[in-house]
């Protein structure tokens, strides 16, 4: 069983990413990890949300679960991230939680986080890459580890094969198209394995 500490930390308009954030919680937990599933604090005017009704849905959905802190980053062995794709880049409420962060960063409580992430558009080539690398280049100014998926499991071809991070597309109602729950199980165990093996080389 693992001793591994994971946070998971989303930011979700339509809900992708949430159920993304829960699949991941299950991977982790299947391996023994103590996981936290945690939300960025929304930026947006609560009349714009109230004009989207998918968006309030998922506001309704997740309001009890806890917003994100510098302590909940400070608690983690591990972190990954699950947020949608905005022209190109994290979103604004991702971006600010990491942006108030520098007091941990600063305090060299960053360093060797084991990280990873995900992401999600409404077509193929919506950003996805290029969100998941615009939170790496983040983490690597924290000294984090990343744990990108790669190609290490058949699993991640029938998703997509974004060897970056799982990534999935969106339709117009909302639905996910490619099947990614057991990519994202995978890329959990992964980063949860990772920071085991950190962990271990830290205690030796």
């Given at each position: 069983?693992?001793n591994?500490?994971?946070?998971?930390?989303?930011?979700?308009?339509?809900?992708?990413n949430y159920?993304m954030?829960?699949?991941?919680?299950?991977?982790?937990?299947?391996?023994?990890?103590?996981v936290?599933?945690?939300k960025?604090?929304e930026?947006?005017p609560e009349?714009?949300?109230?004009?989207n009704?998918?968006?309030?849905?998922?506001?309704?959905?997740?309001?009890?679960?806890?917003?994100?802190?510098?302590?909940?980053?400070?608690?983690?062995?591990?972190?990954?991230?699950?947020v949608?794709?905005?022209?190109?880049?994290?979103?604004?409420?991702?971006?600010?939680?990491?942006?108030i962060?520098g007091?941990?960063?600063?305090s060299?409580?960053?360093?060797n986080?084991?990280?990873?992430?995900?992401?999600?558009a409404?077509?193929?080539?919506?950003g996805?890459?290029?969100t998941?690398?615009?939170?790496?280049?983040?983490?690597?100014?924290?000294?984090?580890?990343?744990?990108?998926p790669?190609?290490?499991?058949?699993?991640?071809?029938?998703?997509?094969?974004?060897?970056y991070?799982?990534?999935?597309?969106?339709?117009?109602?909302?639905?996910?198209?490619?099947?990614?729950?057991?990519?994202?199980?995978?890329?959990?165990?992964?980063?949860?394995?990772?920071?085991?093996?950190?962990?271990r080389?830290?205690?030796?």
């Open positions: 069983m693992s591994v500490k994971l946070a998971v930390i989303f930011y979700s308009m339509g809900g992708t159920q954030a829960k699949w991941a919680e299950e991977g982790a937990k299947e391996l023994g990890a103590e936290r599933v945690l960025v604090q930026l947006a009349s714009v949300i109230a004009g009704a998918g968006w309030q849905a998922t506001v309704e959905a997740t309001k009890d679960v806890p917003t994100a802190t510098s302590e909940d980053l400070e608690w983690a062995d591990a972190i990954i991230f699950s949608p794709t905005r022209f190109g880049v994290m979103p604004s409420q991702m971006k600010q939680f990491l942006d962060q007091g941990l960063w600063a060299g409580k960053t360093v986080k084991v990280v990873s992430a995900m992401s999600s409404q077509n193929p080539h919506g996805q890459e290029a998941i690398l615009s939170l790496y280049t983040t983490m690597m100014h924290w000294g984090a580890i990343i744990a990108a790669g190609y290490t499991d058949p699993v991640l071809f029938g998703a997509g094969g974004n060897p991070g799982t990534s999935v597309t969106v339709d117009q109602e909302g639905k996910m198209v490619e099947d990614v729950e057991g990519a994202v199980k995978h890329q959990a165990k992964r980063t949860v394995t990772t920071a085991e093996w950190v962990k080389g830290q205690q030796a």
